[in-house]
Each structure stands twice: as structure tokens, then as C-alpha cells.
């Protein structure tokens, strides 16, 4: 059971769109710590890339990573178009060349973006950003993997376990971001980053998952 | 939301549009990706100075483009850090083969954004340096966040190593003398008013008719504490008290003292402020030998004011006022 | 009323002491009476210009002391003419012995104290003669009324008439030159939000959130109309449209155009209406030659904008372009 | 009957003290058609008189007059330091010397004081201006000189007619001031400066009247 090509711009489609509905919510989060801007960011960046997957759909996934990633860092700004553009040009590194994605190319490809995210932005897990969510879903899905589990079985994991490490951002007191400026008032509060990564590792699951053959 | 604008999403390249109009004798500004640069970049064999940040700060970067200060700036989005392809061209179109010093206020965004960038620049064989300016007192400091916000020691630093840069100084040293300005600058704001972000539409948080917000960030970030508002000289106190500690400034300093308005306070109010830091540090025999007064990094509409102080030696006096030709800071030439 | 300052009726001492402070090397303040001189005052056998006006609409006129432009400024309480003797005793001390122009702008109150001084003057021998400037196109004209105010032209004049006797012209002839920047200059100016007159304590009048004022004073006084708040680009052109059409401005004609900001609004505005501004005049074929964009006549803290257009012609602009070396204005020095 | 140095002070400090108290009213009318500030200039300007008077408490009419105009010129500023100044210092020009002042001679000085107020402000009866209210006052004190009236007599029918001055000017349109701006609009309020000079002439009856003798 592999995940296709075009499961992966149907992936990608999806997260526009879920990006896009929870844009108010989003900016919400960010303003209750941080400049109120996550919202726009995330939905400038993932509109920018709809308009660039066309000319890559006939492309391998390798290059569709890429090119969201290359989109990302150049229409987002701020702290996630680097972060998430670096952690879909280092997907696009692994899978170069690929037209379909075992559930190891896929542990391999997140672990990429993800190592991506921490060269770049130096958080450590606990410090209150997008790594506190990313990190236990890839975890989960190395386990997954290890125990043999299917495709959709170990993107559910995935999901559940980064919707888990959202969540653990609440208490935290931010030590990385704009939010750590607030010091123990940045406590209380959800990340922004952390919960733009959840709906990235749902939409995969819902849309790979079911998408998987 | 009043504001004298049209459409929310056309507030930056309008702006640009409207810089490009008035001073096509000082700057030239390149659309998609957008970037300022000084009319007569790239300027051979002068280490170019490049900054950038989100705009709604301005004249901040792209007003203190040409003679003497930035050769280019990169506007991002309103209060979102550029992208590094504007800061990559931005870099490629000013280097005139002294290399590029890379002028970065100190927020994640910021500095992983021109990161990439000088990545970038650097697969293409030009030599950059970056400078990350962290001044703002109000925020607590620590190996293990974000440290410090870069805030109006930035001005300065593109004033004083844009002179160094004019004066022929190597990249080494033009980025020595940006860090010495860093060093030994620390600054403080304080609001009256939140602004409002064009397109979130609402004001960025809260204030009451009866409270005001000390130690604010320049993107109407929160701040150290929200207090009843005071008269201008206990402002001025609690914010002076807390830069001249943190250096430490000391007795027979010369500084340099810079009162900013945050776009939405009158210079009337900005004097009273200045008469105020004045007698505050005449009472700690610390000399202002210059001074700036004025609105150089807004926050859009902000209501309030931030203070810096830079002990000043008589290189970086000399360098201070040297001449500069820009739209948003002139003298001399 | 969130502002600031200190005590209400410390507000003008207060802001000059920090004006004081700020710029020693351009500036002197009097107090008691209050006047600003430069620095240098008198300048043997240059004429004088001296100019007032109620304060609150910083950097004007104060911020425009220096070489090249004003030699004295007399300002009054917020919003009030200062009195004859603030003027007098600023004309006496400035005249350098060819004689003293008075730059008032078209208030009763302005008129009135002006004329007194210039009678104590008179007494004493001093030579002084007087421009009224009315370039506010909000204010219907009329023999049997007060007139228009004086507005944006009145920066316009204190630069140029100030470069005319920076070159020895004399009062006459400088006279000669600021008539005719007055009568080449018109404006109008719009409100988004009131602005509150620190004795007053509250808003001076009401602006619902979804309105503006078009037509507004630089006192708060009421405007033409109120309509709902409209893009940049209609404000723009409704107020650029009356003053296009009441000069007349011809397709050819030369122009200086000012874009300034009423003290609560920032710069990135001001660039998007001078944007509105130069695409409005270019459809019609006036060319801008010069312009000017920022916060220059305000009205505290009032949120809006004004627009101000003069005909140029070579002379006036060569004056324009003369160096100024003022706390507000400075270029080539 | 005359009216005596000490009946003069004691007009001027009354006037004073009604200025003060109505302060905020002076405002308000100076805020519907003006730029509110008629309150605090005459009561900046009569309060400095205050401090002035001691100083010529012993010298004639004219030069209490006089510093009474002085004082005025040089600490109220706007329209009304130069009116009010020139109104005073005029009176004092034609009472100089006088230590006590006939009926005639009282006429003659708000005569004086009348013409000043019009050589400087430049107004016409129905312009909505101060003028409204002293023309009439003047009028009324001529025709009781004429008729041989008391002083009492003469300064209260000269305060009635101001009254009516001033109230006359609620309908008219201005055309001198800071309210011809407003234009038709300026119709239906009450002239600030009709105002406080209905107060002058009110004070002027009830305290000089009283103090005759
Ligand atoms: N150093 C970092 N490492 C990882 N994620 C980070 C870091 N700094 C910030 N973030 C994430 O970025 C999010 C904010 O993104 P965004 O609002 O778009 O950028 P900005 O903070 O520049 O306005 C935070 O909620 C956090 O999850
Ligand atoms: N030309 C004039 N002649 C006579 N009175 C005038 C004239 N112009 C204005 N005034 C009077 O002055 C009053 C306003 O005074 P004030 O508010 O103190 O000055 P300003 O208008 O300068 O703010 C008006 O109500 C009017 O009665
Ligand atoms: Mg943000
Ligand atoms: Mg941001
Ligand atoms: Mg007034
Ligand atoms: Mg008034």
C-alpha cells in the first residue's frame, strides 16, 4: 500500500482549504501571543502554492515538495515560511525522483521536514512552538512503521498523537517565537504554529489515508 | 477601521508606489519581489547595507535608503518579516563587490528569513555579514528564547554604519562598527493606543480609555505591564530608569537620545517627552551630545513613544553626523 | 484623554523646553514672553521673517526656525494666536536691519495680533510688512467675510520667501515672492478622527466611527461635509478635484505637491495618498516638479491628511531648492 | 453721581469672577461655532488682569483702564485679547487723569472703546460678532445720557439692550471670525463673544449702578 502523487496534491489541495477556513482562528491564536498575523501568513502561502501545483502536477512528488516549499518561502515571511518551506524542500530532498511514497519513504520524508524545522528554527520540543506537535506525531509514525502497521494506520497515529502535542502547547510558557516576549503570560494559550501543523498531519491522514492503494 | 487607504491587501505596494513617486532622485523600488534600493546602487566598491522587516514601521527601512545609510530595504508584508527571494535580489542588486552587511532586528522571523537569504547570496559567491540588533530592554533576555526585540537601536545602526560603509570601511569593519552600535544602544517603548492591522480590520489588542501599556513591541505586541496613565515625566522615569540600568549608562556618558513617535503621537507631545528624558539624564550627569526626535519606526497608528540611548564615543559621534540623504533622514547633503 | 504630556497648562513651555534642548545649535527660545529665534539672530542686513500661530501644530511654525527659513516664531497657547507682544518682541529681536516680514495665517485672532505687533514695530522704527496667507479651498470667499484660512501654503511660503531673503532680497521683494507663492497655493485637508485640546480634556467634536470630515480645519473647526469614510483614491480626488479647479491648474502646469499628515496619521498613509495624488494630476497632465510628504502642519493628534498644490515656476523652484537647515526642513546644509 | 475709581476695580474684579464662573459656557458656545477656547482666553486674560490691578490701584481711571487693556493684549491672544484690548485701552485714552466719571464721561469711554473694537475687528452690526451685542448697549446708554438719566439708570437700560444684542445673534449667519467658516450653518447659536460681552455691561450695571453715588 503506497501513497500516489496524487494523493499528495489532493493532500496539499486539502490543507489550502482547511487553512483557509480556519484562518480567523488562527490569527485568533496569534494575537492572543503573538502579532495576530498566523492566519494571513499560512493562507497567502498555501493559495500561492493551489496556484503553483498545476505546473508540477505532472512532476514527481519530490519536485511537488519542493515547489510548495520554494512558494512557501517565498509568499509567506515571518517565522513559518521558513519553517514550514524549509520542512517541504527537505521532504522534496528525500523524495526526489519519486512517484509513490511507501509508508518508510513517507517516515523518511517527515523526518526530513522535520529535522528541517529544527535546524532552522532551533526550538527544542517544550519550547512552546510547531515542534511540540510535529515531533510526537513523527514518533508515532516511526513506531508505526517499526511495528508494520498500514498506511492509513499509522497516519491516523500520526494525527492523533500531533493533535496531542497541540494541545500539550497550552500550559507551556514559550521560550522560542514572538510569543516568548510574554514571558509566563504566554501560558494559557495554545500555539498558532502548533495548530497549522495538526491540520497539516490531519488533511494527510484524512486525505492519504483514504486516498492510499 | 479608518484608515486613508483603499484595499487592505494594496497598502504595501501602494505605499511603495507613493515612495517611488516622491523620491526618484533617492531611491528606485523594484516590484515582485519588492525591494528599495538607492538610485545609483549598486555603488562599486562600497560594502552595501541591506535591512528589511514587515512594514507599518516606516520611514523605517525603505525611508533611510541612499547616501549614507542603506543601499536597500525589503518591505515584507504589514508587520511579517520579508521573504528571502526580496532579500536575496535586494542583495544581488546593491553588492558592489565590497560585499553586504545584512541589518536584522531581532525576531525569529526576521532572522530566519535573511538567513536563507544570505544563504542564498552566499551559493552566488557574494560575501555577506549579518548584524542582529536586540535592544529592546523591556524584554527579558536569556540563552534559551528568542532574547531580546530589535527595536530603535536599528535606526541607529544603519545611520552610523551607513557613514562607515560611505567612508570606504571594509565589510569587517562595517559590521564591527554595527555591532558596537548594537552594544551599546538599549531602548524602551511604551503605547497610549493599539494600531490596527489592515487587513485583521480590528485593533491588535486592547486598551482602555484609562490604561496604558509599558515596554510594547513595535507590532503592538504586549508588553511589561499595563498601568492607569501617569504624566509624562513618570514615563519618561520608568522607561529611562530601565535602559540606563540595563547597560549600565553611567555618570559623564555622552549618549545619544532618541525620543520616537509610534505614528499616531503629534511631535508636540514628543518634545515634552525629550524635555523630560533630558532633565532625567542631566539629573544622572549623563550628557546628550546628539539627539533625534521624531516618528522613525511606527507602528502604523500607535499612539506612544519609545526611548534609546547609545553611549557614543567620538568615532561613532563623528560617523552620527556625517552626512546622510535619505527621504526619512537628511543632513548635510 | 490619553496624551503625553504633563500638566494641561504646561503643555507649550514644556514643548519648547524640550525644542530647546533638542536643537541648541539652531535654535533659542524666549520665554515670557515665548519666541523662538535662531541662533544666529540677527542676521545683519538680512530681512527677517517671522511668522506664529496658535501651537498644536508642531513641527510648524517653531520647526521651521533656522537658516533659510524663519528667523523668529511667536507660538501661542494651543489653538490660540499668540499676542502682540510675543510678536513684537520677536521682531525686535530678529530684525537685522533690512526689515521684517510678518507670515500670519488667515485668522481673525492671527490678523488681529499680527497687526498690533507690527504698529509696536512701527513705533520703534522697525520696518515690517505682512503676508496674509488664504489658500484653504474648504472656506467659501467672500469680500463681506473673514476669508479663507491659512493652511499648508503658509510652509510653503516660510521656505521659499525664507531662501528669497537667505539671497539679500529685499522686504519688498521677499514680500513680493511669498504673495506669490500665496497666490499660486491652494489646499484642503480631511479628518478621520477629532483631536482633544488638552484644556478641553474631550474630543473638540464628535467623528463617529464611520465617518470623516472633508473640508476640515487645521483647529478642529468643522469642514465642508461629513460622508462615510471611501477609499484613498475618492478622498483624494474630491479634494484634489477643488483645488485643481479653483486656481485654476492647467494641463502643463508645474507643480509642487504636498501630501502632509495631521499628527495621528503615519507616514505609510501619507505615501498612499501621494500615490492617489501624482496618478490623479498625471491623468490631467499637471506635472509634479517638487513635492513634500509628511507631517508638517498638524492638528495635535487629528487623524487625516491635507493636500497642497503650488504653481511653479523656475524661480520659485530654484528657492525651493535653496538649503534649509531647520529642526522640521533640511536639506543641502 | 459719579462713578468712583473703587466702583471701577470693583466691575473689573467682578467681571472676573463672572468670566471664571462661566467659563465652561463660554467654551461650549465657542465649540458649536468656533474652536472652544473663548472660556479659557478671557479667563486666562481677566485673571491676569486680577494680578494687575493692585499695581494700579492708586492711579487714575485712564491707566486702570489701560493696564486692564495691556493685560488683555498681551495674554489672551485669538480675536478676543486684541478686541477686549483695544476696548479697554481706548477708554482709557479718553479717561486719563479722571479720578471719578460723569455719566457723560462713561458714555464717552464705551464710545471709544466701541469704535476700537470696530477699528481693529472690522465688523458690522449683524456680522455675529461682539459688535451685536456692544452697538445696542452704546445706543441705549447715548439716548438715557440724552434724556438726562441717572447713572443707574443709564447702565441698566445699556445691560438690557445688550442682552437682546447678544440674543439677537442666535439666527444670523456669521461673516467675521472663526464661525463665518461654518457659513449657514453657523445660524442658530449664541455668539461667544456677544457673550462675554453681555456679561461686561451686565457687571458694569449691577456693580457700578449699586456704587454710585
Ligand atoms: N524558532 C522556532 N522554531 C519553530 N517554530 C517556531 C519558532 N518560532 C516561531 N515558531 C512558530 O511560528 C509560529 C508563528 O508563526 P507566524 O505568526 O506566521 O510568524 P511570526 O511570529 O513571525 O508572526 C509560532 O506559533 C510557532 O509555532
Ligand atoms: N472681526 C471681529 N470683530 C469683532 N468681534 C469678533 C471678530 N472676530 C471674532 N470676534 C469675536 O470673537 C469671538 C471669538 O473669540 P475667541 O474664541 O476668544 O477667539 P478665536 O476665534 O481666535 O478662537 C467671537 O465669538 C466674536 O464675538
Ligand atoms: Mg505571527
Ligand atoms: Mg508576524
Ligand atoms: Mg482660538
Ligand atoms: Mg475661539
Redesign the interface.
Given at each position: 500500500m503506497t501513497i500516489s502523487r496524487d494523493a499528495v496534491l489532493k493532500w496539499l489541495e486539502t490543507y489550502a482549504a482547511v487553512i483557509n477556513e480556519n484562518f480567523a482562528y488562527l490569527t485568533q491564536l496569534d494575537s492572543d501571543i503573538g502579532d495576530g498575523d498566523h492566519g494571513a501568513n499560512m493562507n497567502r502561502g498555501m493559495q500561492a502554492v493551489l496556484t503553483a501545483l498545476p505546473g508540477v502536477a505532472d512532476k514527481d512528488i519530490g519536485a511537488v515538495f519542493k515547489t510548495t516549499g520554494m512558494k512557501l518561502v517565498s509568499t509567506v515571511g515571518g517565522a513559518s515560511g521558513p519553517l514550514y518551506g524549509t520542512l517541504f524542500i527537505q521532504m522534496g530532498n528525500v523524495t526526489a525522483g519519486k512517484m509513490e511514497l511507501t509508508l518508510a519513504d513517507w517516515v523518511a520524508a517527515m523526518e526530513a521536514g522535520y529535522d528541517g524545522v529544527v535546524m532552522r528554527g532551533k526550538a527544542a520540543p517544550g519550547d512552546k512552538t510547531m515542534v511540540d506537535a510535529l515531533k510526537p506525531g513523527l514518533d508515532a509514525l516511526k513506531s508505526e512503521r517499526d511495528r508494520g502497521a498500514s498506511v492509513p494506520e499509522a497516519l491516523n497515529a500520526a494525527a492523533d498523537a500531533t493533535k496531542r502535542g497541540m494541545e500539550a502547547t497550552i500550559p507551556l510558557v514559550a521560550r522560542k517565537g514572538r510569543a516568548s516576549y510574554l514571558g509566563e503570560r504566554s501560558a494559557g494559550y495554545q500555539d498558532p504554529g502548533a495548530t497549522s501543523s495538526w491540520y497539516l498531519i490531519k488533511t494527510a491522514a484524512e486525505t492519504l489515508a483514504s486516498q492510499a492503494q | 477601521m479608518?484608515?486613508?487607504?483603499?484595499?487592505p491587501e494594496d497598502?504595501v505596494v501602494?505605499?511603495?508606489?507613493?515612495?517611488a513617486?516622491?523620491h526618484p532622485d533617492l531611491i528606485k523600488v523594484h516590484y515582485d519581489?519588492n525591494y528599495i534600493v538607492r538610485a545609483d546602487a549598486p555603488v562599486k566598491n562600497k560594502v552595501a547595507l541591506v535591512s528589511g522587516g514587515?512594514?507599518?514601521h516606516?520611514?523605517m527601512h525603505g525611508?533611510f535608503v541612499g547616501m549614507g545609510m542603506l543601499d536597500a530595504a525589503a518591505p515584507?508584508?504589514?508587520?511579517?518579516?520579508?521573504?528571502?527571494?526580496q532579500i536575496f535580489e535586494a542583495t544581488r542588486a546593491v553588492d558592489g563587490g565590497a560585499g553586504v552587511l545584512h541589518i536584522v532586528k531581532n525576531?525569529?522571523?526576521d532572522v530566519?528569513?535573511f538567513?536563507?537569504a544570505a544563504e542564498l547570496a552566499g551559493g552566488e559567491g557574494i560575501a555577506v555579514q549579518s548584524i542582529i540588533t536586540n535592544d529592546d530592554v523591556?524584554?527579558?533576555d536569556?540563552l534559551?528564547?528568542?532574547g531580546r526585540?530589535g527595536v530603535g537601536v536599528t535606526v541607529l545602526v544603519e545611520k552610523i554604519a551607513g557613514a562607515a560603509a560611505e567612508r570606504g570601511y571594509s565589510l569587517d569593519q562595517v559590521l564591527a562598527v554595527a555591532n558596537k552600535v548594537n552594544e551599546n544602544g538599549r531602548s524602551m517603548g511604551m503605547a497610549?493606543?493599539s494600531c490596527t492591522?489592515p487587513?485583521?480590520g480590528k485593533p491588535?489588542?486592547d486598551l482602555p480609555?484609562d490604561e496604558?501599556e509599558i515596554g510594547i513591541?513595535i507590532?503592538?505586541?504586549?508588553g511589561r505591564k499595563r498601568m492607569k496613565?501617569a504624566?509624562?515625566?513618570e514615563?519618561v522615569e520608568m522607561m529611562a530608569l530601565a535602559i540606563v540600568d540595563d547597560l549600565p549608562f553611567k555618570t559623564g556618558d555622552e549618549t545619544l537620545a532618541f525620543v520616537n513617535g509610534m505614528?499616531?503621537?503629534?511631535?508636540?507631545?514628543?518634545?515634552?517627552?525629550?524635555?523630560?528624558l533630558?532633565k532625567f539624564l542631566q539629573g544622572r550627569g549623563i550628557k546628550?551630545a546628539r539627539?533625534l526626535?521624531g516618528?522613525y519606526i511606527?507602528s502604523?497608528?500607535m499612539?506612544?513613544?519609545s526611548i534609546t540611548l547609545l553611549k557614543l564615543d567620538d568615532p561613532l559621534q563623528a560617523l552620527w553626523d556625517a552626512p546622510v540623504?535619505t527621504p526619512g533622514l537628511?543632513?548635510?547633503?
Open positions: - | 479608518k484608515k486613508l487607504i483603499n484595499k497598502v501602494e505605499a511603495l508606489q507613493g515612495m513617486a516622491a519581489p514587515g512594514s507599518g516606516e520611514p525611508g515584507g508584508a504589514v508587520f511579517t518579516s520579508p521573504t528571502p527571494d525576531y525569529t522571523g530566519m528569513n538567513e536563507m523591556a524584554v527579558k536569556s534559551y528564547t528568542a526585540r497610549l493606543t492591522v487587513h485583521a491588535t489588542f480609555e496604558m513591541g507590532h503592538g505586541e504586549s496613565p504624566p509624562a515625566r514615563i505614528g499616531g503621537t503629534p511631535l508636540i507631545e514628543l518634545y515634552i517627552v525629550y524635555n523630560e533630558a546628550i539627539n526626535v516618528s511606527t502604523l497608528e499612539a506612544g513613544c540623504r537628511r543632513w548635510g547633503a
